[in-house]
Structure formats: structure tokens, C-alpha cells
């Protein structure tokens, strides 16, 4: 039996409450998991951590890194103070991804980014994120956070020519799902813009060295994924990344 890469996924606090008394968990959407397995791999959920040996650790157990959406990032990670608009930020895992996602663009350990994931990687390369695209972008903005009956793509982007993908998508121009009101401002050292939404938001991001899978999409293929469309086929390339490093 060929051996499925390891792929690994961080999780998320979840609030809960038993008989009024709080015992908090942390989890991942079950979306991502499927996401992954249907792909060939093998999800594991990576808990935030405050410990360096800890997230050292279960880094370097890894074949692939995924971060998936959540809440907003900490702006004080980019040099800003909070917006108004600013929504709830869990600082433990914003330390744990941007530890997590550093290692892996500067090693090589092939990483997508989803929605926050994508944001999360911008600012661990030195980038910043617009708090709130409706207040702050500086003009009109398409809806960013849909209000679909059923899930469904939203709106289109156009993605750049000889991009990682536009491999992946086999097409310059597709309509995706959405749900944000952050997305990347300053870019990163070491990424390129390779999709943006009609209004001009920025959609993907990659890194600029062909040779390691670095991929930040904002739109959420884990929820479209069963299609086996090109939302599929962003975890699975993301998969056979990590299956030949």
C-alpha cells in the first residue's frame, strides 16, 4: 500500500459549555479533513501550541502544511493597532501558524493557505492585510462575505497567466465562494499576487520560487471540493507536492 503524505492541519479553539462551565476544545472543519483524504493524504490537527518544542516538533513530522480559515489575524503582527472593525483574534494561534508557516516556506515543506491560511502566510513573509475591505480598501468592494441558501461560487477572479494556479484551475478566469472581510495589502518578500477578484482583491498569492509549493487562495475550496472540480484539484496538487519533495 503506497504510503498517503501526512498533511498537517492547525485547528482552532472552539468555545464550549457544560452545564455553564466553560471546557473549550480545539478542532478543524470536517471539510478540510475530507478535502485532504479524498486527495490521497493523511490529515493530522496540529493544536496551537505556546511551546517552540512542541510545534518544532510536530513540524518536522510533517509531508505538507495546510492552514485553513478562521478568525482574524493579531494586527500587531504587521505593525497596525486595531480597527474598529476588527473581529475576534486568538493570539496562541496566530504564534503557532506564523512559527508553523515560516519554517515551512523557508524549507520547502509544500503549504496552502485558506481564506485566514492565505492572510496567515502574507504576514509570516512580512505582509500586512487589510482589517476590513469595506471600510478600508478605498473604493467599492464586491460582497466578500456571501449569503448563499446553498454553498456555491459567488463571484469570479482572474488568475495570472504561468501561474502555479492557473495550472491547477486550467483557466484565466473562475468563480469562487467567499467568506471574509480581510484579505492581503503589503505583500510579503518572497510571494507574488496571482489572482485577483473583479474589484481588484487580492485572491492567491504564491511564492515566487517555482521549485516550492507555496499557495494562498482566499476563497474556500474545501466546501466546493466534492465537486471534484478545480477545488478538488487545489488539495490535490498540494498533495502531490508533498508526495515528491
Known sequence: MERRPLIGITARKIAFFHQDRPYHRYGVPIAYLEAVEHAGGTPLMIPPSQHYDV???TYRMLDGLLLPGGHDVDPDRYGEEPNQKLEAIDQVRDATEILLAKMAMEEGLPVLGVCRGAQVLNVAAGGSLYQDLASMFGKAVLR???QHLEEGPSHHIDIQ????LHTIC????????TYHHQAVKDLGAGLKITARSTDG???????????????GVQWHPELLAPLGDLNHRVFAAHIEA???R
Do not use: M, Y
Open 242 to 244: 508533498a508526495k515528491n
Open 201 to 215: 482583491v487580492v485572491e492567491a498569492i504564491e511564492g515566487t520560487d517555482s521549485n516550492r509549493f507555496i499557495l
Open 170 to 177: 486550467g483557466s484565466p478566469r473562475v468563480r469562487v465562494n
Open 161 to 164: 497567466p504561468e501561474s502555479r
Open 144 to 146: 466578500h462575505f456571501q
Open 55 to 57: 510545534n518544532l516538533q
